[in-house]
């Protein structure tokens, strides 16, 4: 199965309940070919930098190097730009608990105030981490 999904969203990003509701933009990240990137995405704050964040999943992103596995999944976070390509890979998961085809990111989500948990799941396991 190869699909290409790319994360299209709008995002409305700060006074969006002011007098002007037409704050809305376009978002383009592009991922990996064949990743899956987009299947899963979510907003979370960061709490050091109080900014946005969008929390994309890949699971069927290649493997990181030096892990003993060729295809786990990936989770990216990226920052809200028109930059397409600027997503950095998340390090949630120990490198040995990575397995081959795990799926890591099939579902993200944020706990949604700022500095909240993020929850990443697999297809076997969901693993929390305070960001
Ligand atoms: C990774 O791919 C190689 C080549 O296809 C294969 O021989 C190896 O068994 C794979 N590794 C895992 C952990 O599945």
């Not at 979510?42 to 030096?66: C, F, I, M, Q, W």
């Not at 706990?111 to 990443?120: A, D, E, F, W």
């Amino acid at each position: 199965m190869v699909m290409d999904v790319h994360a299209l969203l709008s995002v409305c990003v700060g006074v969006c309940v002011a007098s002007n509701l037409d704050t809305s933009f376009p978002l383009l990240k592009k991922g990996g070919d064949g990743s899956l990137f987009g299947l899963s995405v979510a907003l979370h704050r960061h709490l050091r930098t109080d900014s946005y964040l969008l929390l994309v999943g890949a699971p069927r992103e290649k493997a990181e190097p030096n892990v003993p596995a060729n295809r786990t999944g990936g989770v990216y976070s990226c920052p809200i730009t028109d930059d397409q390509s600027d997503c950095s890979r998340m390090k949630l998961v120990d490198p040995e608990d990575l397995v081959e085809d795990m799926w890591l990111g099939v579902s993200v989500a944020s706990q949604g105030q700022p500095g909240g948990r993020v929850l990443t799941s697999t297809k076997m396991a969901s693993k929390v981490r305070q960001e």
